[in-house]
Every structure is written in C-alpha cells, then in structure tokens.
C-alpha cells in the first residue's frame, strides 16, 4: 500500500496491560456518506481506555468483545481539523479545527479518525489550541450526574481533582447548584479556582461530618461509599459514582434502591454524547469551562501514559500528542 494511504497507529489485539499496545503503520480510514475525516492532533489517555485496555469490569466484554477487542486502537477523546468529507456532509467543512468523542468504537490514538458529522462533535471555541480542547470524556461522564443538578440545588463532589471530577464542578455550577469539593491537599486550591463554593482537605478533615446535608454526592473517583456518605444525603439524596464500588456495592445498592423506586444509589450512564459535545463548546466560548490537565505524552510515549493513568493519581486530563 502506499506510504501516503498508511497512518501510525497504537493498536492492541488482546486484552491486557499496556504492553499490549504497539505503534504501527496502518491503512487511513476513509469517510463514509454522513461522515468526516479528522487529522488527529491530540487525544487523552483516561480510564475507559485503562479500563477497556484489561477488559475490566470482565462483564464489559459483552460490548468490547468477549475473547478478544473488537477495536484495534483505543483512546476516545480527539481534537484536530477536518481534512476529508463524506457524502451529504455539510455542516463542517475541509480545514475546521474540531474536539469530540468517539464514545462507540474509539479509534483517536491514531493520526486520522473518522467520525458521524452529526455525532459528539463540534468546532472549537475561538483560538483554543488543540491539546487544550481534548475535554469531553470526564466531562460527558460527570454529566450523567450533574445534568440532575439545577438551580439552588446542592451537591458534594468526592475526588474534585481528576478528569471526572473537575468536570462535575464546572457542569454543577454552570446548572446553578451549589458545589462543595472534596480534594487531597495538593489539590485544595483547584476546586476554588474552578467555582466550588466549599472546599474539603479530606486528609486534615472528615468531609462526612460537614454539618450540611446534600441532594447529590457524587465519588468521581470511585474510592468512597454509598455506606461512608449517607450521613451527607438529606432526605431524598443521591449517590451517584463512576465505579463499582467496594465488594460491587454500587451495583448491588443501585438495583435494590432502583427496584423501589427511589433511585438512591446509581451509576449513571453517560448518555448524548453529541449534546454534551455541543454543550461543552458553548460553555467553553463563554468562559465558563476548561480543561484541567496534567501531563503530555507523545504517541511513541503512550504506553507510559497508560501506566501513569493507572497509577490512580493524576490532575484532570493526560494529553496524547499525536499530529
């Protein structure tokens, strides 16, 4: 094949730790009719992809692929320009710069990536560089909560910090809400920065003994519990977490409370990824949101990207330069 239908790459074939992924030549994509070409300048590594990378939970292998990945390359997040057009495709055109999701089947940690024009992607607000645009994975998983959110209501976010976290302040308080964030000590500046209302150094105080009660706690971090909360939930409160929780608590909780109705414990779902793509563009014209990062890595890097992701203790969003 010619070297100008190739594009590097980070593929995987089984599931695993990172050293499953290697670097290589493969054949660009080409758009299909309702679709638009995207030369990738950046992408994110996250936890879907650490997660998806070793299958885990193991039940998420009904929609990955039960004995092997049905996608060869991960990473959902992308942000570059338009460089090809399918058929019937007229709202963007050749040369936008464009941030969005690939939520189905990923694809971003390569150098092109096709995606439906009438999918999770927008144009980016003003001048943003490109691996500043990359935001929609923590953000579309923060808004299965804080779309619950409105004005005068209250909620506490467990874990402010990270991709997810940092999102749910933004989200929360561009719907109204009032936000109390709960962070480690290196962080306790942060969710101040971002419009929280309170701030709690979980390491020099007990954030479950605050005094207040809330209509939404929110672990963005997957490392507390229904159980260590519930003191914080006023009457008709929910927890809401993005992991399963200890012993598959959540799991267990959510289908107790959800087969009475009351809903008290859930994990949403993320769900419009194409209108919290959207949302996220206007907020972000407005000034209104952005995006917290860590670290970048480069393409050739990204397997010591997927190791530091997995270590559990990164600052909002790890950037993949790619382009």
Known sequence: ???????????????????????????RPVPSKGEVRVKVHASTV???????????????????????????TLGMDFAGEVDLLGEEVSAFEVGDHVFGLSPDMFGAHAEYLCVPANGAIARIPGDLPFHQAVVGEGAWYANGTTKLLSEDTR??????SGAIGTAAVQLAKANGAHVAAVVGT??????????????????????????????????????????????????????AATDLGPGWSN????????????????????????????????????????????????????????RYVEEGQKTGIVVVNIC
């Open 186 to 239: 290196r962080h306790i500046n942060l969710p101040k920065e971002l419009g929280a209302d309170r701030v709690v150094n979980y390491e020099t105080e007990d954030f479950t003994a605050l005094g207040e009660t809330f209509d939404i706690v929110f672990d963005a971090v997957g490392k507390t519990s229904f159980f260590r909360c519930r003191p914080l939930l006023n009457k008709d409160g929910i927890f």
């Open 1 to 27: 094949m010619p070297a100008n239908n190739l594009m590097n790459a980070v593929v995987f074939e089984r599931y695993g730790s990172p050293d499953a992924l290697s670097l290589r030549d493969v054949p």
């Open 155 to 160: 909620c506490l976010i467990y874990g402010a």
């Open 251 to 306: 799991i267990i909780l959510g289908s107790f409370y959800g087969a009475t109705g009351s809903g008290r414990v859930r994990i949403p779902f993320p769900e419009d990824a194409p209108g919290c793509i959207r949302r996220l563009a206007d907020l972000m014209a407005q000034g209104r949101f952005r995006g917290v990062f860590d670290r970048s890595y480069q393409l050739g890097e990204i397997v010591d990207a997927f």
């Open 46 to 72: 996250n936890r879907t992809d650490a997660a998806t990378l070793r299958a885990y939970p193991f039940f998420a292998r009904a929609m990955t692929g039960l004995l092997r990945p049905k996608m060869r």
